[in-house]
């Protein structure tokens, strides 16, 4: 089976070292800065083409892994269908997390298999996503004849397969910048609370890995501890007099907080009385005297 990989970024060099590990043909390689192609060469090695031209990769490879940015997954797709002979039995997939398999719709005319395969994981750079596939869920859809090779693609690079309906490839990547991409940037709000009296996130690092750990073992529900879960209305105001002038941090912290508060009322921590007064306090109303 030989492999093309569309987009020499980092999860496409990732994606084409590990498989090429595993024993698979990486048969060709393009994208359109040199430098990501230098890249590339350095990881899957020299007996692989190397291009500028998508259309080279689709002609020479059986299966086409499309690991551009999201927005230019269809434009691949609409350039190579346009210039392309009949593709059938070729298989074509892309790795957003995002967007289904009908992304690639321009190639069905050229009678390619469609799907998308999605490692759910993060990639800031190829070395920590080499490391981190084993463990990683590939999440997989598209068109029934694709999912056997989808799947066989996937078990050879992540831990677990995972089938996924077309409908709801939104709903689960919503889900995966919650936990990813917003989780980054709440921690980059209290590291900016916490440099204002001279700390940096390090000392926090120990609490966090706890809480991770809690979560993978618990559950968030039964993980969630602190003042809104035990009702403590002074602990909280006293936060927000500290969070005035904060803005943007300032709203975060009493949206998360009303979120803390569903769950302490799903727990039934709280009395009705008590779960209405720190709902009235975090959506602004008076401090308590």
């Known amino acids: ?90 298989l074509f997939f892309h790795t957003s997390g995002a967007h289904d398999a009908r992304e690639l719709s321009p190639l069905e005319k050229n009678g390619a298999l469609l799907g998308s395969l999605h490692p759910l994981q993060t990639f800031p750079d190829i070395d920590a996503g080499i490391a981190a596939l084993p463990e990683t869920y590939i999440f997989i859809e598209g068109d029934e004849k694709a999912l056997p090779l989808l799947k066989l693609l996937g078990s050879n690079l992540g831990a677990k397969v995972e089938p996924i309906e077309s409908k709801n490839k939104v709903l689960y990547h919503l889900c995966a910048v919650f936990v990813c991409n917003l989780l980054s940037a709440l921690f980059f709000a209290a590291q900016g609370i916490v440099k204002r009296i001279g700390i940096d996130l390090p000392p926090f690092y120990p609490i966090i890995r706890a809480t991770l750990a809690n979560i993978e073992a618990k559950g968030p529900l039964l993980s969630l501890t602190g003042p809104v879960v035990r009702g403590d209305s002074g602990t909280i105001s006293s936060h927000i007099k500290a969070l005035e002038g904060m803005g943007l941090t300032d709203r975060v912290y009493r949206v998360l907080s009303l979120v803390a508060l569903d ?27």
């Open 1 to 90: 089976m030989r492999i093309g990989i569309i987009g020499a970024g980092k999860v496409g060099c990732a994606l084409g070292y590990t498989l090429k590990k595993k024993g698979f043909e990486v048969a060709a390689v393009a994208d359109v800065r040199p430098s990501s192609l230098d890249a590339a060469r350095a990881y899957i090695g020299e007996d692989c083409f190397y291009t500028g031209n998508n259309l080279d990769v689709a002609e020479m490879a059986e299966v086409v892994a499309v690991t551009t940015q999201d927005k230019e997954i269809r434009n691949v797709a609409a350039q190579i269908s346009s210039k392309a002979g009949r593709l059938d039995g070729k």
């Open 263 to 289: 769950m302490a009322r799903e727990r039934k921590t709280l009395t009705k009385e008590e779960i209405e007064a720190l709902g009235t306090l975090l959506e602004g109303g008076r401090l308590p005297s």
